[in-house]
């Protein structure tokens, strides 16, 4: 939006020609996200309270999570508006890649939404019936899958890229909409499953989102694709903007959700997180590179798919409790080392993905 009246104004004023470098607007997108979540976040987590929109707690987690009954829970939707209001802001509005994940974003959050208003706010202690959650993810998540592979101008944008190994690339053809459906909606569940610390899911959020960013940009420029041995996709680059808008809002959520969390993000955030670095790794085509990078992600999911599986098979638990965080609080760790644990383990495990840029 203020792209075109920069690109208006730079016929009369040299400066505003610095509004062309993504670098730049990036920069805004991480500045504007951060400002909105300062100033929107305590007039929301009042409301939230005033409502009585808290969270409940499970009667068989860790007791040290009774305290936190009643804190205000729907918090996500203050990281979707610094999101979108801020890429809505410092964008190139013309870019498909920026509609296709801001609206792919918001789509899941409206799923988040439904269910944390059905179970918070008319006390229906199911909330929205998981085969209703599933259909809604799929939909949504096989309509931009689609849409991509039907759009795509270029072979790089629908094949199937290996890190480490330049060489190793396969045109996926019609594989390729399965494959961005299942990394969409897996990383969307991912990181809902995630969301259960103060502070656990959205840090992580936070440093996959900026590398992703760092992904799409090498991935823009002509002369650094061909140098790191990625492919070339000319319009990834504007995603940078939208990745700065995503670690600036997760940053200015952070504020408040950090260890003794003021407020809860919810399924609203949580799914529309996951299902946005889902569509990123996507559009870049680095599939692989978000396993690796999301690593506690995953270990998250996996641990809740081996305890479902052990118990229905020997009637036995792997884990004290799954996911795999409440299992080393049972075990005696403080909230906070866990959190800053997983933290620790995702700064490793991004740096690794990071450096796939360059080992090929």
């Given amino acids: 939006m203020l792209l075109k009246l920069a690109q208006f104004l730079e016929g009369y004023f040299d400066v505003f020609r610095v509004f062309h470098y993504l670098t730049f607007r990036a920069i805004l997108g991480v500045l504007t996200a951060l400002v909105i979540s300062f100033i929107v976040g305590p007039a929301?987590?009042?409301?939230l309270s005033k409502y009585k929109i808290g969270q409940s707690v499970r009667s068989d987690g860790p007791q040290t999570h009774f305290s936190k009954a009643g804190t205000p829970t729907m918090g996500g939707a203050l990281i979707l508006v610094s999101i979108a209001a801020s890429t809505l802001l410092w964008a190139d509005l013309s870019n498909?890649?920026?509609?296709?994940?801001?609206?792919?974003?918001?789509?899941?959050?409206?799923?988040?939404?439904?269910?944390?208003?059905?179970?918070?706010?008319?006390?229906?202690?199911?909330?929205?019936a998981a085969r209703h959650k599933y259909l809604g993810q799929s939909v949504f998540g096989l309509a931009a899958a689609l849409f991509l592979y039907g759009t795509a101008t270029a072979p790089a944008?629908?094949?199937?890229?290996?890190?480490?190994?330049?060489?190793?690339?396969?045109?996926?053809?019609?594989?390729?909409?399965v494959l961005a459906y299942f990394v969409i909606v897996g990383a969307s569940n991912a990181v809902n499953l995630t969301d259960g610390l103060d502070g656990l899911a959205i840090m992580p959020t936070v440093l996959v989102g900026g590398a992703l960013g760092i992904f799409a940009y090498a991935s823009g420029n002509a002369v650094f694709a061909d140098y790191l041995g990625i492919p070339h996709l000319p319009k990834a680059g504007e995603l940078?903007?939208?990745?700065?808008?995503?670690?600036?809002?997760?940053?200015?959520?952070?504020?408040?959700?950090?260890y003794p969390a003021m407020v809860f993000m919810g399924d609203v955030g949580a799914l529309a997180l996951g299902a946005a670095l889902g569509v990123l790794a996507v559009l870049v085509r680095q599939e692989i590179v978000l396993m690796i990078m999301g690593g506690v992600f995953v270990v998250e999911t996996l641990s809740v798919m081996l305890q479902v599986l052990s118990f229905k098979l020997t009637g036995r638990r792997i884990f004290r409790m799954a996911p795999i965080h409440h299992h080393f609080e049972l075990k005696g760790w403080p909230e906070p080392r866990v959190i800053v644990r997983f933290w620790i383990i995702t700064v490793i495990l991004v740096l690794f993905g990071l450096a796939t840029l360059k080992l090929r």
Avoid: H
Avoid at 105 to 121: H, M, N, P, R
Avoid at 157 to 177: C, H, M, N, R, S
Avoid at 240 to 258: E, K, R, T, Y
């Fill in 44 to 47: 929301m987590i009042r409301q």
């Fill in 240 to 258: 940078v903007v939208f990745c700065g808008a995503l670690v600036g809002a997760g940053l200015g959520f952070l504020w408040f959700n950090a």
């Fill in 96 to 128: 498909r890649y920026i509609w296709v994940v801001l609206l792919v974003t918001l789509a899941f959050g409206v799923i988040g939404f439904i269910d944390d208003y059905k179970k918070l706010v008319l006390r229906n202690s199911k909330g929205l």
């Fill in 157 to 177: 944008e629908t094949q199937f890229i290996v890190p480490f190994f330049k060489q190793l690339v396969w045109d996926l053809g019609w594989a390729y909409p």
